[in-house]
């Protein structure tokens, strides 16, 4: 996993990206969250 670029900052001049934990914290609150997070999962087979 990346870690923070401050290379690329948004607009309002947050970091994109994220640091080794930020895949373990995102958790599906519903089914479409769910397939959302697994369409993005990096590690995924593609479909």
Known sequence: MSTPDDSHPTTDGAP???????EDE???????????????????APA
């Open 26 to 44: 995102l958790v599906a609150d519903n089914g479409v969250e769910d397939d959302t997070l697994a369409t993005l999962d990096p590690d995924a």
């Open 16 to 22: 994109l990206g994220g640091d080794e934990t930020t």
